[in-house]
């Protein structure tokens, strides 16, 4: 039998969670979200610079937090309560069961909304966990959850940072965290398939944080094409789709598994080139002609 | 019967009834495999059971066995053992992070050695998982290695392969000092010590030495226990002088890891087994008295090994206890069981426990995500579980032949062995695989594994009682603790790390060979000669036994 997988594992699930639109677990509670113990160490908006996977896998951190101007890791988005029966316990819970709180309790909507970013922005190079009190200060009474957010680079490691993520997304500036795809292109056509980057590096598709699996009626790219135009007409904030803009969607098989991710472009007419930045509207406006960021 | 009586004078009417053997090899002409076996038994035989005398022999035997074991260590490049996550526990008490890949799937392709200094607050440091203090006897050559590490240019910080070079330091002065310990001539000491470096030298053990985890205490601990417990026996020098090492080396062993905990009762016998010269020295009867004074020291130091054990695992961190209950009902007993549903009846869990059979605690469908799991804590313990195996001895029969079956697949293929760019992706080391070969070739018949135990066992009784010679007792220590040790693994710690969990129980049958070889040499010395001597006592110009059988 293949030993245990380390605790990174189910937060970088999470992270993945953070692409698919409502594939997240259940919202935390109203209760669980506003509740704030009176443990004054732990805010939101908190900064911490966290470089190992020990570090980010543990139940608890006990490490300080430095000012989000300087070079930092992780960001807490959330602060909750551990609910009913756990925190019940007089002893703190196994770290796998706090990790399967985790999912609960700092949910990827939560952190989205932090972002401020929308129903149908995606980020990348992001993993959520979540730290709960040490073993002492559980006896001592505390329940607090802390949950951060960890800026990774490609390859899932901690990417430093010195940029507050508080409403990252609905900054110009968002292309970094944003996520897109980068597509195949040969002779001028591209490849169906496509690989995850941040959309400040050069890319084919902006992702619109909507998917669905593909079964035969979607294999032509035009019904693809008409099943993402509304996801990506919210995406864009408009009614009608604008002329210099394409829907494009590309297809992820994961598995086995064939799902059709939506997506948008600008219109080429020279044909599909690589572009840089992204189509997401600065907070309050619709699509802009340029790609911010 | 008809008696031959060649090379003596035989009467002529005896003469010509007598077969003459055509090959029997006792003609005035032997054979080519008896003049082989004259040879071997000349230059390799044990001779008379002589003591101490071989100074030299034994510094140049403990220079070659750590110099062969550096260069199969390091000649063309390092190879080690891949870190699955849990190394950091136990080295970062030094105050050092290890600089590898951040995605487990990454990190254990290769090895990693480099920790660089980066001390580790709170639960980031400790046993995965809680963050509780992990002690071992291991952390005394991570420390001696962090001292050397900067001497090699590998940084600040600690280098496993500077841990590797002070392990086979180690092993080299082992060497030197059985050398030293065992009875015979030198050419039979150094054969046997060989044959340990042989043992020691394969991948599926040397490679620990460089590896974050704490099985080269394990090995070195076991290997200088041995050591101490021959000198003990051979009792040349005064009691508190030859039990002190067996005391060091019995902590130091059984703080290897927990599972090392086997070797109390092992430890405990070997100590009241007193050595030869207490018992017959005087030849003749001791006084009641006096005979239980004998056994004073032996049981004091029984007493400090024992207390230690006790507070060693103490202080064992709660979660590895959690874990290991977790999975010896989910990972072993759940899986295997005909009627899990009753199973679980019996320990007083709810039936719904049965869906997380065959689960770790970290799996998806892990009992720990039941709302009933406090069910399980409350409910669950070692003494339970220890209860229904007593009440299912037929359980444990299924259970060994898995566990053997897993001691006899040591390469930890889900872990690599070279350094990056320097081998495959989980790519193992084959530099010297002579008990990987021995155990997959028991694999066809792996009751010849029980087997050749049994064997040894049984000649070291043989060696014990009709030669007098201690290595007949360590033979005995070594079966009986190589035993001890899998069933402790198999019934508490083995799932589902059990191919790496009874290395140490692979290592005390590898053990066996070398084992048999001095064994049978002695046996076959010659007649029994009454308890082995000294140099000082043996009488010079003896006749070798083993030229004359």
Known sequence: MRPELPAVLPALAMAAALILTGCGAGPATDAEVGAVSGDNAVRVGQCYLISTPEEYGASSHTGPAVACSEPHTTQTFLVAAVPQPLSGQAERPLHEQLQN??????????????????????????????????????????????????????????????????????????????????????????????????????????????????????????????????????????????????????????????AVRCGVAPRQSAGPERWTGTLAPVAGTVSGEVANG | MVETTVGKSAKPDVEEFAPVPVRSGMGPRPGPLRMAGRFLARTFGPGELTLGGVRTPALVAGLVSAIAMLVRLFVPGPVGVADQGDGNGLVCSLGVSNVRPWDYADFTRFIYPSWTPHPLVGEACGAAGSGEPVYSSQLAFLWLGKLLTPLFGWGGGLDMRAVGIVCC???????????????????????IAALVTVVMADGVFADFFISPYPEPAAFLGTLGLLVALLNYWNGARSRWVTILPVVGAGVFTIAAKPEMVSWLPVLALALLWLPQGSTRRSGRRAPEGSRWRRFAMPLLAIMAIAAFTVAFMAVQPKRTAELNLYNAVFAELLPHSPTPEEDLKWLGLDPGFVAASGTTVASPRSAALNPKFHEFQEEMGAGKLAGFYLTHPERLIGMGERGITAMLTPELGYIGSFMEGQGQPF??????????????????????????????????????????????????????????????????????EIYRQLLLSGFHAALCVPLLVALISILASGPERGQQQTASQATPGLRDPAVSA
């Not at chain 1, 952190?111 to 001592?140: F, H, K, N, Q, V």
């Not at chain 2, 070291?460 to 009986?480: D, S």
Request: proline fraction near 6%; charged fraction near 20%.
């Open chain 2, 427 to 496: 790519a193992k080391d084959h530099r010297f695989p002579v008990v990987l070969g021995l155990l997959t070739a028991l694999k066809a018949a792996p009751v010849a594994l029980v087997a050749m135990q049994l064997l040894t066992l049984l000649l070291g009784l043989a060696v014990a009682f009709r030669k007098k010679a201690a290595v007949g007792r360590l033979a005995v220590v070594v079966v009986a603790a190589g035993w001890l040790q899998f069933w402790v693994v198999v019934l508490w710690s083995g799932q589902p």
């Open chain 2, 169 to 191: 330091l180690v092993f080299g002065l082992l060497i030197a000092a059985l050398v030293a310990v065992l009875p015979g001539r030198a050419s039979f000491r150094v054969l």
């Open chain 1, 101 to 258: 709180l985790t999912a609960r309790l700092c949910p990827a909507t939560e952190l989205r909304r932090y972002l401020g970013g929308a129903e149908r922005d995606a980020t990348t190079g992001m993993a959520i966990t979540g730290y709960y009190p040490t073993r002492a200060a559980w006896s001592a009474g505390s329940r607090t959850v802390r949950c951060d957010v960890l800026t990774t680079t490609a390859d899932l490691a901690p990417r430093e940072t010195k940029a507050d993520l508080k409403d990252a997304l609905a900054r110009p500036e968002s292309a970094p965290i944003r996520l897109c795809y980068t597509q195949e292109i040969t002779d001028g056509v591209l490849g169906s398939e496509g690989t995850d980057t941040p959309c400040s590096e050069p890319h084919t598709t902006e992702d619109v944080s909507a998917w669905f699996g593909q079964d035969a009626s979607l294999v032509p790219l035009a019904a693809q094409q008409e099943r993402c135009l509304p996801f990506v007409l919210d995406f864009l904030n408009v009614d009608v789709l604008p002329a210099d803009v394409e829907v494009r969607p590309i297809v992820r098989v994961d598995g086995g598994a064939r």
